[in-house]
């Protein structure tokens, strides 16, 4: 045999025998046609992999160095330990109501309600504290169950009855701000429980313990979106619905769910509110809607459903609360914090709807 007969019978293979898909054999006795295609390292595949799957959240997390370091340099007070826990405490009620936001994002729909279900969930924790004289835990629970109901609520307006989630939850704004106010006579609750103050003065060797709460919340709801079926689910209703209904998937249920959810963690918000001052007031929450929408949207997920996630959200919270902290220490009145807000919300979808073009573009 040939020494162009010895290539021709292994010049498919390596040196360990193993075939190498990069060559392919002539068949006619004569030497390998094509070169090896290049390999890219392993490492350097995962260390791809990882900034493609994370690059939405790692533009977040610079976002945050670079708005800290900007604050930084205007303020000499911002890293300091009061500010920072303070900025913390801030972000709790946010956090909160913008967990059960982005649920309701990623199903393609939009909660307005956020707010006023926190000022009426409030006024029943306060009721059910001091009129009823329940204990604190069973006071809680009843204000995330009725916060709970009125999101199922919500939800069954969406699924069942075909409204547009927009006109269902600015109805349900409307509703319950004005339950607010007739259940509590148009009055704030004080004198609750010194035991429900726990809840907001709490640390853990010196960090807020409701905000320590928030992370865990958030990393629960990060769990659940990424690795069940449901959080699955979720994610293919919001991207595409009528293909999620055709493969055989809950998507009233778990729209429901997304609601469901929305309306229990704005009670939940609520006892947080109540828990810093012991008294609540009607019109508690007010604007909530906006600053959790402002979140989410500023986490980078898309207002038409099915992109998002509870990372980019969490960080998206801690970015809204940085700008709040700012205006503050740049002694920018109240008034003119919601135009700032209103303006970055804009400039958000703005951003997110120029990427998702470009995207849509590639994919092409």
């Given at each position: 045999?040939?020494s162009?007969?010895?290539k021709a019978?292994?010049?498919?293979?390596?040196?360990n025998?193993?075939q190498?898909?990069g060559?392919?054999n002539t068949?006619?006795?004569?030497?390998?046609a094509?070169?090896?295609a290049p390999?890219t390292?392993?490492?350097r595949?995962r260390h791809a992999g990882f900034?493609?799957?994370?690059?939405?959240?790692?533009?977040m997390?610079v976002?945050?160095?670079?708005?800290?370091?900007a604050?930084?340099l205007?303020?000499?007070h911002?890293f300091s330990?009061g500010?920072?826990f303070?900025?913390?405490d801030?972000?709790v009620v946010?956090g909160?109501?913008?967990?059960?936001?982005?649920?309701?994002?990623l199903?393609?729909?939009?909660?307005?309600?956020?707010?006023?279900?926190?000022g009426v969930?409030?006024?029943v924790?306060?009721?059910?504290?001091?009129?009823?004289g329940?204990?604190v835990?069973?006071?809680?629970?009843a204000a995330?169950?009725?916060?709970?109901l009125m999101?199922l609520?919500?939800?069954?307006?969406?699924?069942f009855?075909?409204?547009?989630p927009f006109?269902v939850?600015?109805?349900?704004?409307?509703?319950?701000?004005?339950l607010?106010?007739?259940?509590s006579?148009g009055?704030s609750?004080?004198?609750?429980p010194?035991?429900?103050?726990y809840?907001g003065?709490a640390?853990?060797?010196?960090?807020?313990?409701?905000f320590?709460?928030?992370v865990?919340?958030?990393?629960?709801?990060?769990?659940y979106?990424?690795f069940?079926?449901?959080?699955?689910?979720?994610?293919?209703i919001?991207?595409?619905?009528?293909?999620?209904?055709?493969s055989?998937l809950?998507v009233?249920?778990?729209?429901t769910?997304a609601?469901?959810?929305?309306?229990?963690l704005s009670?939940?918000?609520?006892?947080m509110?109540?828990?810093r001052l012991l008294?609540i007031?009607?019109?508690?929450?007010?604007?909530l809607e906006l600053d959790?929408i402002a979140?989410?949207?500023i986490?980078?997920a898309?207002?038409?459903?099915g992109?998002?996630?509870m990372?980019g959200?969490?960080?998206?919270v801690?970015?809204m609360?940085?700008?709040?902290n700012g205006l503050?220490?740049?002694?920018?009145?109240p008034?003119?914090?919601?135009?700032a807000?209103?303006?970055i919300?804009?400039?958000?979808?703005?951003?997110e709807r120029?990427?998702?073009?470009?995207?849509?573009?590639r994919?092409q």
């Amino acid at each position: 045999m040939s020494s162009n007969d010895l290539k021709a019978h292994d010049g498919g293979r390596n040196g360990n025998g193993v075939q190498n898909p990069g060559v392919q054999n002539t068949g006619d006795g004569g030497a390998a046609a094509a070169a090896p295609a290049p390999v890219t390292p392993a490492p350097r595949r995962r260390h791809a992999g990882f900034v493609h799957r994370f690059a939405l959240e790692i533009r977040m997390l610079v976002v945050l160095i670079v708005l800290s370091i900007a604050l930084s340099l205007i303020s000499s007070h911002f890293f300091s330990l009061g500010n920072l826990f303070n900025l913390m405490d801030q972000s709790v009620v946010t956090g909160i109501a913008a967990i059960g936001q982005t649920f309701v994002i990623l199903v393609a729909g939009i909660d307005l309600s956020v707010g006023a279900l926190t000022g009426v969930a409030g006024i029943v924790l306060g009721l059910a504290l001091t009129s009823a004289g329940l204990p604190v835990p069973v006071a809680i629970a009843a204000a995330i169950v009725f916060g709970g109901l009125m999101g199922l609520v919500n939800g069954l307006l969406v699924t069942f009855g075909r409204i547009a989630p927009f006109i269902v939850t600015l109805g349900m704004m409307s509703v319950a701000r004005s339950l607010a106010y007739v259940i509590s006579d148009g009055n704030s609750i004080s004198s609750l429980p010194q035991g429900l103050s726990y809840i907001g003065s709490a640390d853990v060797f010196g960090i807020p313990a409701n905000f320590l709460f928030v992370v865990l919340l958030f990393a629960l709801a990060w769990y659940y979106l990424t690795f069940t079926k449901g959080g699955r689910t979720i994610y293919a209703i919001g991207s595409n619905i009528e293909a999620a209904r055709a493969s055989g998937l809950k998507v009233t249920y778990y729209t429901t769910l997304a609601y469901v959810l929305s309306g229990a963690l704005s009670a939940l918000a609520a006892v947080m509110l109540a828990s810093r001052l012991l008294s609540i007031d009607p019109i508690a929450g007010n604007g909530l809607e906006l600053d959790s929408i402002a979140a989410v949207v500023i986490g980078g997920a898309s207002l038409f459903g099915g992109r998002g996630s509870m990372i980019g959200t969490f960080f998206g919270v801690l970015i809204m609360g940085l700008i709040r902290n700012g205006l503050n220490l740049l002694n920018v009145g109240p008034y003119w914090q919601g135009s700032a807000i209103g303006a970055i919300i804009i400039i958000a979808v703005l951003a997110e709807r120029i990427v998702t073009t470009r995207i849509n573009r590639r994919g092409q």
